[in-house]
Every structure is written in C-alpha cells, then in structure tokens.
C-alpha cells in the first residue's frame, strides 16, 4: 500500500523547486514579458526568409562586342576552367551584346564562402593569361560574387512626375536617392525612365583626312587635356602648400578650344568635330498605368527590417516635399511590399488576442473565470518566450516564422490546460492547494513532456528537406520547437507558480463596488492604449475585454457555467462512462482495434491508390491563391531595339490595363477598388530575379508589368 501511495503521490522536482520559490519565477515572468516584448517590436520583418544559395555568379562586361564574340572570348575560357573544380554541380551561361554572365552551381557539401573563393581562383588564373582580352589598355575585370534575393527585389518604387522635363524629374530623384541610400537599411536606389548626360565628340572623318589627324590624336588630346595634376610643393610664409594645375573641364563647350594639331598650324577640335552635351542612348523607360515617370527602385539589405526601410524612406519624401520638392510635383509610392508582410504580423497579435479570448471563454465552463486566466495567461507568456529565443538565434519575423508561430499558438494552449485541470481535480477532492500543485504537476510532468517532444519530431523531416526548399521550411519545424518548447516551459515553471498561489475552486462572487474598480482600473488605460497606442492598440483592446467579460461572468454566464458543470457535464461524463464500458467488455476491444486499422487501410488505399492514381486529388507543392501582385515579363529576340520593346510593350500594356480597369472593379469616382497600382519597365530593371539573378546588362529586348492589389484588412 505504501508502495502504490509513493507512485501516486510522486512530484517533479522542477515544478517543486518553482512553487517553492515564488519569487524566482516572478522575476524570470518579468524578464521573459520585457525581453520578449523588446524582441516583438525589434525582429526585422520581411516577405521571406533568406536563402542563400550555394551559385556563384560571374558577371564580365566587355563593350563594344558582339554576343559571338563575348562568349568566344569570355564566356568559354572561363567555363573551361570552371569544370574542374570540385564539388561543382552546373554551370550555365548567358552571353550577350558587351555582356557575359555566367552562373557556378554547387552541391550542398560547400559553403558559399569557400564556393565563391574557389571560383575567384579559377578566374583570376584565367585571367592572367596572354590572351585574356583587354579594353582600354587594362584587361577585361570578371567580377565573382554571391546573391541573395532578398535584396535584389525592390520593396517599393517612388514615381515622379508632374509638368517638368526629365531632366529635372531626374533631379528631384538623385537628391532622393542620396537620402534613401544613406539608411542603414537600404542597399540601393536605383533611378529608371531617365538617362546620364554624356559629352559627343562626333568628328568628321574627311576632315580628320584633311587635317591629318588620326583618331588616337583626338583620344590622347581629349585625355591629356582633361586632367588635374599635382605640381609639387611650395613653401611660402612658414608653411608647405600643395600646387595643382587644374585642368579638367566643366564646360563641354571648352573641348572647342583643344588643339588637336600644331604643325603648320593649329587644327583644333571644333575644326574636326561636333561637340554637343545631350543624354546617352535611351536604356531604361518607365511608367505608372501609362503615365511616363522617373522611378526609384528600393532594395532592402539583407537582415535588415523592411518595415522600418519602407516607415523611413516614406518619411524621407514626406519631408523632401516639405523643404525641396515643389509643391505640384506628383509623387505615388507603388508595389510598396512592407504592407503585406505589416499585415501578416498584425494578423498574428490578432490571433494571439483571439485565442486568448475563445481560450478564457471556453475554460470558464469547466474551471470557472478565476482559473481560465492561468492558461490565458500562458498563451502570451509562451509566445513572448518564442519571440525572445527567435531574436537569440538571429531570425527574422518572416512569413515562415509567422506560419510557425500561428500554427503553433493552437497548440500551446494543451500543456497548459492539462496543467491547471490536474490541480483543480485534486483541489475538488480536498487536497490543500501546495500540495495539490506539486502532486498534480508531478503526475502529468513526464507525459505532457513526451506529447510535446513526439508532436515535435512529427516536424522534423521538414528540417531535413534538401537543397534551396530545405532552406525556406527548416524554419517552420524551428519555430515550432520554439513554441511549443516555451508552452512546456511555462506550463511547467510559471503555471505551477501561479496556480500554487492563486487557484481556487470556490466561486468568490465580487460585489458591485468591486466590479466598477476593476472597470476603471482595466478600461480606462484599455480605452487609452486602444486610441493613442498604436502598434500595440491590441493590449487596450484586451484589457477592455477582459474588464467586460467580469460584468458577463457576473451576471450572464456564472450561472449557466455553474448549470453546465452540475448537469451537462455529469450527462457527457456519464455517456462516456457507458461507451467504454460496452467498448471494453467481451471481445470487443479486439473487433474495435482490428476494425480501425482495417478501415485506416482502405482509406490509405482509396486516398493514395485510387483517387491519386486515376487524378481526381491533384498534387499540388503550395495551393492556389489570390496573389498580391501580377507580373507579366516581356522578352523579345536578342538585339532588340529599346525603342522597338518599348513600343511593343505600349500595346500589351493597353490590353493588360483594359482588364484591370474594367468597369466592374472602379467605383463612381474613378477609384480602382482592386488595383492599388500597374507599373511597367522596358530595359534596365526589367529582368527576373528568379532567373537572371545578379545580371547587370542593359537588356534592351526585356519589359516587365507589375500590378498591385490592393490589401483588405
């Protein structure tokens, strides 16, 4: 007898040690709500998680050549020294019109560190060959680098436009675009729809003839005249001065005056050439539903936040157009991706609250108001916890993490429940509350502790995924582990605590006076949190909640709870009792069993054998849905006209738009209900990430149309 009272009346040391010291875990409560409420607000938030994949990009540019020639001279001397090295999976190449850009695949065993050294290695041994081209009397330079993708997508696009030439909108831009770049979360801006200035010099060859200057004349004389030299020191009055003989221009017109020629008289420049200052050759247009703008492109550094980037370069142009910009300058921010990543993050505190609401409401029936809010309570303990671990471990608050974190807050709740409900059953039949906390935790330590570890290693083959997909799901099992990991901590330390302290089975029936305090002391600051609070308005809409639900606990569901208990409980407790009693007499339990694995065999068989089998459940890897953005890519034969794309890229768009704004999606007063914006690109900035990736030709043969929906909250 003693033997069996010693097995039931066991503790775990753990949970003991906690309720033993209070104060310990009231402090540990603390550090987790800062800490995690510090790694809430500071974890950068982006669309998806990094990956960086283990391709090496080597971009060679080369003007002046034909694709014929690049990839005789460039592309095949460098992808023949490329075979050879080790751990190399593929290599693919693209050459192109002054251009070549060619991508080294590795396995899985390297890092991208020691890939991208190797590959550095191989290219500079290439290049150091006799025959390895030159231009400009310096040899062709192959720039090897890496890519991450998270920073070769644009977070927004700033459109300017208005009654002024390009060259002025481009202007405006420029100064926008040295505000931007110099934030420590922007990587780049970078300027589309308008042009660099070039100085001309278009000689004329019969008059170069006549003169008897040949074209290395022209060169030497613009390049020697167009320079600044040092010409030594000078000590003057006590001190040594620098001299320089400034000498380069900043008048295009002063290149008339260069004399190209003095033997029997000086032939100058103007005599031979036409000198203008004008816009280099078209490589870049852009426009807004039509409309021609000067765009910035907006790319995020990598690890950094993207809602913050996006919060400060919004602020940037807000302030430009206060004490710079011209008040009739039209400016729109488009295809701004923070919005949805802002919403997806508001989502999660929505559900966090929400949980937390059907949670307390729920348990209310079994366990009374009073003893509900330990396991509500649990929930943003438990989440504040993850957020602290995730920040630890250098994680960003992406759509994985948050599918983690919402998938995870369903299960949370479970190691909680059973941790209060044990208690509360040994407190209903008479054991003193201490010791029914160290018994009742005891009892259930060990298998709320295997269900948590076995729910978890169900995720762990998603962490095992090879290659690039690997990489994006192992953050789902982490996050999980994470969550569901803090839940057992909490259940087993803070819950413990807190129900040693505090549980009560009997039902305290607070007086009106009581009820008004409560009111005031959780409604006023809710009100206030709700209205001025902002980011975290939904800490006053819980407080308002929770100040609500006393007057309801009070006078509309104490009683029906207390009627639930007494009578519909009893009843499910009863048939309960009645099924298993028939289910466990005779041979039933083995007709059960053998029946249950018969039918989980024929479901296996129709779902996997017959109905995958014939089609009729389509395999999908992610499922259909709505998409916030449409892109359409534009790709015509290589040596395509810019000019030429651009029209023809003018006609799809008419067709793209004539869907966008058909009648059925704009309201009476011309707003687009749907579409938030309709951008497009032809030349520069047009390319795909997904496939040219870390490519920086002009690519005049490309266009791209980016449509934005609009976000419902």
Do not use: C
Request: net charge negative; aromatic share 10%.
């Amino acid at each position: 007898m003693a033997t069996n009272n010693k097995k039931t009346d066991k503790e775990f040391g753990l949970s003991s040690w906690a309720i033993d010291n209070k104060t310990t875990i009231w402090v540990m409560i603390a550090i987790v709500l800062v800490l995690g409420l510090s790694a809430y607000y500071s974890m950068p938030r982006e669309d998806f998680p990094e990956i960086k994949e283990t391709k090496i990009y080597i971009s060679t540019p080369y003007p002046g050549n034909t694709a014929e020639d690049i990839e005789k001279l460039i592309t095949d001397p460098l992808e023949d020294r490329l075979r050879n090295v080790s751990n190399m999976v593929e290599i693919l190449s693209t050459s192109q019109e002054d251009y070549s850009i060619i991508t080294v695949e590795f396995d899985e065993k390297i890092t991208v560190e020691a890939a991208k050294q190797k590959v550095k290695d191989e290219v500079e041994s290439e290049k150091a060959n006799e025959d390895w081209p030159i231009f400009n009397n310096a040899k062709v330079e192959p720039n090897v680098f890496d890519l991450n993708f998270s920073e070769e997508i644009p977070i927004l696009n700033i459109n300017l436009s208005g009654d002024y030439t390009v060259e002025r909108l481009k202007e405006y831009a420029e100064y926008l675009e040295d505000k931007i770049e110099a934030l420590e979360e922007v990587k780049q801006a970078d300027i589309r729809g308008a042009q660099e200035k070039e100085v001309e010099v278009a000689v004329d060859i019969y008059k170069m003839m006549a003169a008897k200057v040949s074209f290395d004349d022209v060169l030497n004389t613009i390049r020697n005249g167009n320079v600044t030299m040092s010409a030594g020191n000078l000590i003057t009055s006590g001190q040594r001065r620098t001299v320089r003989v400034l000498g380069e221009i900043e008048d295009p017109n002063a290149l008339d005056g260069f004399v190209v020629k003095s033997e029997n008289g000086a032939v100058y420049l103007r005599d031979i050439a036409q000198i203008t200052f004008k816009e280099e050759d078209k490589t870049t247009f852009a426009r807004d539903f039509g409309n021609n703008v000067v765009m910035l492109d907006v790319k995020k550094r990598s690890g950094k936040n993207m809602i913050n980037a996006a919060e400060q370069v919004k602020q940037i142009v807000k302030d430009a157009q206060v004490d710079y910009l011209p008040e009739d300058l039209n400016i729109s921010i488009t295809s701004d991706l923070s919005s949805k990543t802002e919403n997806q993050v508001s989502d999660l505190v929505n559900n966090i609250i929400f949980g937390i609401i059907l949670v307390v409401t729920v348990l209310m029936f079994f366990l009374g108001f009073r003893n509900a809010l330990f396991v509500g309570f649990a929930i943003p303990l438990s989440m504040f916890m993850s957020f602290m671990i995730l920040n630890m471990l250098g994680y960003t608050m992406n759509t994985m993490i948050l599918f983690g974190l919402i998938m995870g807050l369903g299960m949370l709740v479970d190691n909680g429940i059973v941790v209060v409900e044990n208690v509360y059953r040994l407190m209903e039949e008479g054991t003193p509350r201490l010791e029914a906390a160290k018994k009742g935790i005891g009892e259930i330590a060990w298998p709320i502790i295997i269900s948590t570890a076995t729910t978890v290693a169900a995720f762990v083959p998603l962490g095992m995924w090879p290659g690039v997909m690997g990489q994006f799901m192992i953050y789902f099992p982490i996050t999980l582990s994470v969550v569901l990991g803090s839940s057992l901590f909490v259940a087993i330390f803070m819950n413990s605590s807190l129900v040693a302290e505090f549980m009560d089975t009997s039902e305290k029936e607070l007086t009106r006076k009581q009820l008004i305090r409560l009111t005031l002391i959780l409604g006023i600051p809710g009100i206030l949190i709700l209205v001025f609070g902002g980011v975290v308005r939904g800490l006053g809409t819980l407080m308002i909640f929770t100040a609500i639900m006393f007057w309801l606990y009070r006078y509309v569901i104490k009683g029906r709870a207390i009627k639930f208990q007494q009578r519909t409980l009893v009843r499910l407790e009863n048939a309960y009792q009645n099924a298993l009693k028939w289910a466990l007499q005779g041979m039933r339990p083995r007709f059960i069993v053998i029946s249950t694995v018969a039918l989980l065999l024929v479901v296996f068989y129709l779902f996997f054998g017959v109905s995958l089998r014939s089609g009729r459940t389509k395999v999908e890897f992610f499922p259909d849905n709505t998409p916030n953005q449409i892109v359409v890519y534009i790709e015509y034969p290589q040596g395509t006209d810019i000019d030429k794309t651009n029209a023809l890229t003018k006609d799809i768009e008419k067709r793209v738009y004539s869907i966008l704004n058909d009648p059925e999606y704009v309201e009476p007063n011309g707003r687009n209900f749907l579409v938030e914006s309709a951008i497009s690109q032809v030349g520069e900035g047009a390319q795909n990430p997904q496939t040219e990736g870390g490519s920086a030709a002009e690519m005049p043969h490309r266009a791209k149309i980016t449509a934005t929906m609009r976000e419902y909250k």
